[in-house]
């Protein structure tokens, strides 16, 4: 996000440049670096993901790592501890061709309908389930797997967008042309047809059951579905969340603390897209996404995205914050001992 950029630039140049004399000099016990690498919009195989396999990242020895968040309309920070797994999904179908004037049987359009109706079916029925959820399913200060509680729950919280699979029809393709889509023959049937979906999966779902339900709906004669993830590479296929539980993790204690001395409310959530974060995550490695946008309207990949001076300035001061309290932390007991490699 352009403005979290930004924002951590022009914090660490204040904690470099300037001294607040009610403050101690800002001497870091940590190393803190930042990153920027590319294709995070379009999956991540190719940037973070990679760069974090170097010699180069393992030098780095990062012990946590902060990724962009969300704004939120409300007055208070949302940061994110896990997020849904994406699932970019391709349907192709085979049928048989032949006169539009004629009832043929089996057409690889019918059959890709066919798959769309029962899609759009399950996408119905977790739209629905933003509802509640039981208020004992929680981990910690905020996290965990939430099972639904219907609607006469006493105590239940609502469910967010990211404690359910979201689905989104995003591609359709037929048609029979000679010129490269400039025109198509109306009066011929395709022989081909093919789907794209947005497949958004939370912690608590897996992807073993995301599989049963594709090899269902593609399971008539001619049908097949594939990922179609950038670059031809399969999409991470398991569930890593960081742990806001303060026995378990100390990172979050900091954070959390350091967030709250702000005096805005906090509510952790999963992340309803996707970061790179989850690569930092399936590496072992504790990761926070959180954009300091309070009180501003959602608009990301809106031809009018904005952010508020008044906030964006608030931003910097909220990083200033949890760089100093990040960066002055001690080791922990037993940190370093069990990363993935």
């Known amino acids: 996000m352009k403005c979290v950029c930004a924002q951590y630039i022009l914090a660490i140049k204040r904690l470099k440049s300037f001294h607040d004399p009610s403050l101690p000099p800002f001497l870091p016990r940590r190393s803190i670096h930042l990153s920027f690498v590319p294709d995070e919009e379009i999956g991540g195989e190719d940037g973070m993901g990679p760069f974090l396999l170097t010699s180069q990242f393992k030098n780095l020895n990062v012990g946590l790592a902060l990724d962009e968040g969300i704004a939120n ?30 009832f043929i049987p089996g057409t690889a359009v019918s059959k890709i309908i066919e798959v769309a109706n029962k899609a759009l079916a399950f996408r119905v029925v977790q739209e629905k389930t933003l509802g509640y959820t039981s208020p004992h399913s929680h981990q910690g200060e905020g996290g965990g797997e939430a099972g639904n509680c219907g609607g006469g729950c006493k105590h239940a919280r609502a469910k967010k967008l990211g404690d359910v699979t979201s689905l989104n029809l995003t591609v359709l393709k037929a048609g029979v042309s000679m010129d490269g889509g400039e025109t198509f023959a109306f009066n011929v049937i395709p022989q081909e047809a093919e789907a794209g979906f947005d497949i958004r999966v939370p912690p608590g779902v897996s992807f073993a059951e995301i599989r ?130």
């Open 73 to 102: 309309p409300l007055d208070e920070y949302t940061f994110f501890y896990g997020e849904r797994m994406p699932l970019w999904i391709r349907v192709k179908a085979q049928g048989k061709t032949g006169h539009g004037s004629r």
């Open 212 to 341: 049963k339900l594709l090899d269902e709906w593609t399971s008539e004669d001619g049908v097949s579905w594939e990922f179609a993830q950038e670059g031809g590479k399969d999409p991470l296929l398991d569930h890593h969340i960081t742990s806001i539980d303060r026995e378990q993790n100390p990172w979050f204690s900091i954070f959390y603390d350091a967030l709250a001395s702000r005096g805005v409310k906090i509510t952790p959530e999963v992340f309803p897209a996707s970061t790179d974060a989850r690569f930092v995550r399936a590496m072992g490695l504790a990761a926070f996404g959180f954009s300091p946008m309070r009180k501003t309207e959602m608009l990301l990949h809106e031809h009018n995205e904005w952010i508020g001076e008044d906030m964006f300035v608030e931003g910097v001061g909220v990083y200033e914050t949890l760089i100093r309290s990040l960066g002055s932390a001690e080791k922990f007991q037993g940190e370093g001992v069990a990363k993935k490699e």
